[in-house]
């Protein structure tokens, strides 16, 4: 049986959801189809229109009972601080806010039935992400995401060189990406969308978890 995947995403002004696209299509050149789920927000909406969001992309929202129901799945993640994504306006207070504000956060800790059942054991898992440049965080974001999949016995997928060590390694242009997972920079007012570069990286990613997964018996 082919493996159910996920490809699981916050996303507030679109870099996000342009590399989940590229991941799919990895996914799907490899023989196996994926679908992009959204965390549910956690900002009011008066919060996000000062912040000059983008109305969010039309995708279905995630909650912890149906990611229990997939085989794998592939977390797009906006870094904060070489962490998950505090989505809250402001910089130093934020630090006081209730985490039901911060939206990766508040997602995780709706999966505390899963991680008490073990529902989550043996599953898969892989990472990508955004920053706003070089040195924003983009591997410690993925290390530090581990951290969680380790408590439910999540098993992680790293990216490695194998499948795409001259795009990584290209120096001829500034791009994202990483052993860890496939990367874009956002600039630090969002201006900088996701390179052709980087949205390569991200579908050999889709094409390279694809096929790690896709030789296990679930």
Not at 1 to 7: E, G, L, R
Not at 94 to 104: E, K, N, W
Request: proline share 7%; with cysteine; net charge negative.
């Amino acid at each position: 049986m082919a493996p159910k995947v996920a490809i699981v995403i916050y996303s507030m002004y679109g870099h996000i959801a342009k590399m989940a696209e590229a991941v799919k299509k990895g996914v799907e050149e490899t023989g196996g189809s994926a679908t992009i789920y959204q965390i549910p927000e956690t900002l009011p909406q008066e919060v996000l229109a000062k912040m000059y969001a983008p109305a969010k992309p039309d995708y279905p929202i995630m909650d912890a009972t149906t990611l229990a129901t997939f085989d794998a799945f592939i977390m797009g993640i906006p870094t904060r601080y070489g962490n998950f994504p505090w989505a809250v306006e402001g910089t130093l207070p934020a630090l006081f806010l209730s985490f039901s504000f911060l939206p990766l956060f508040a997602f995780w800790d709706t999966t505390g039935g899963l991680w008490g059942s073990g529902a989550l054991a043996g599953k898969y898992a892989g990472a990508f992400v955004s920053t706003a440049g070089p040195g924003g965080g983009q591997e410690v974001t993925i290390q530090n995401a581990i951290s969680t999949l380790t408590h439910h016995g999540v098993c992680f997928v790293p990216f490695g060189y194998s499948a795409a060590f001259p795009q990584l390694s290209n120096l001829s242009e500034v791009h994202g990406g990483s052993p860890w997972g496939a990367g874009t920079y956002a600039a630090t007012d969002g201006s900088r969308q996701p390179s052709a570069l980087e949205l390569e990286i991200a579908t050999l990613q889709g094409k390279q978890f694809y096929g790690v997964i896709s030789k296990v018996n679930f």
